[in-house]
């Protein structure tokens, strides 16, 4: 167990619904990954923070976004959402949010499907 | 930006033989390597990781090399068991930047 939970584990829903996902990370840790894994892409970063600001963006769409409250859970919210949007989403946290510095660990992740 | 390939996409081993998974990286200022496994259904999770500065690590069974000078750097795992059956992935981060490149990864089966 990594110490960084993930709810919901599965959530169902259909196109063009909205959806928000949640992560706790690490206890002292100050930053959150968030990491779609599909069958089509792989595994791709989505969006960094470090205490609560945006550090970091990588392949998110734009009908996806991401924040991260004071105390420090992160959110990701996807909407107007495609059945190409069907993935497992990962959180991951690490301690200072170094890229190369700093170990990452993931959370069990949330399975989405989108009918 | 980076592109990680990495070989073989499925290996089979039998149980006590070595298994060899390579990467390949483009950007010559990637300076820390990662390696994932992930088991059925479950989150991935780091085994070994390298950093442009070394050429070898190694952590019991499991050691990473690096070869800067071709752009590659594998994981080798020895003494293979069936729990080492999963699928792992590798990952590239450029010096400089902010993002984590993955590899396809590598469905190994480890055979009793």
């Known amino acids: 167990d990594s110490g960084v939970t993930q709810t919901p584990k599965h959530l169902i829903t259909a196109t063009g619904q909205r959806v928000t996902l949640r992560c706790s990370p690490r206890?002292?840790?100050?930053?959150v990954y968030w990491y779609q894994q599909s069958l089509d892409q792989g595994l791709q970063f989505l969006i960094q923070?470090?205490?609560?600001?945006?550090?970091a963006k990588g392949n998110i769409l734009e009908r996806f976004s991401a924040q991260q409250f004071p105390d420090l859970h992160s959110e990701l919210n996807l909407s107007s959402l495609e059945l190409g949007d069907s993935a497992l989403y990962f959180c991951?946290?690490?301690?200072?949010?170094?890229?190369?510095?700093?170990?990452?660990?993931f959370g069990p992740g949330t399975r989405l499907t989108v009918l | 930006g980076e592109n990680v390939e990495q070989h073989p996409s499925t290996l089979s081993v039998q149980e006590g033989d070595s298994a060899v998974i390579k990467c390949t990286y483009s950007?010559?200022?990637?300076?820390?390597f990662p390696w994932y496994k992930q088991e059925l259904g479950k989150r991935p999770q780091l085994i070994i990781d390298?950093?442009?500065?070394?050429g070898e690590k190694k952590d019991q069974r499991i050691a990473v090399t690096l070869n800067k000078t071709a752009k590659h750097f594998s994981l080798h795992i020895t003494e293979t068991q069936p729990e080492d059956s999963a699928v792992y992935f590798c990952a590239a981060i450029p010096r400089g930047a902010n993002n984590l490149f993955f590899g396809t990864g590598t469905r190994l089966t480890v055979i009793p």
């Open positions: 950007d010559s200022a990637s300076n820390y």
């Open positions: 991951a946290s690490s301690v200072q949010g170094g890229w190369g510095t700093d170990t990452q660990y």
């Open positions: 390298i950093r442009s500065n070394v």
């Open positions: 923070y470090y205490n609560g600001e945006e550090r």
């Open positions: 206890s002292g840790d100050l930053s």
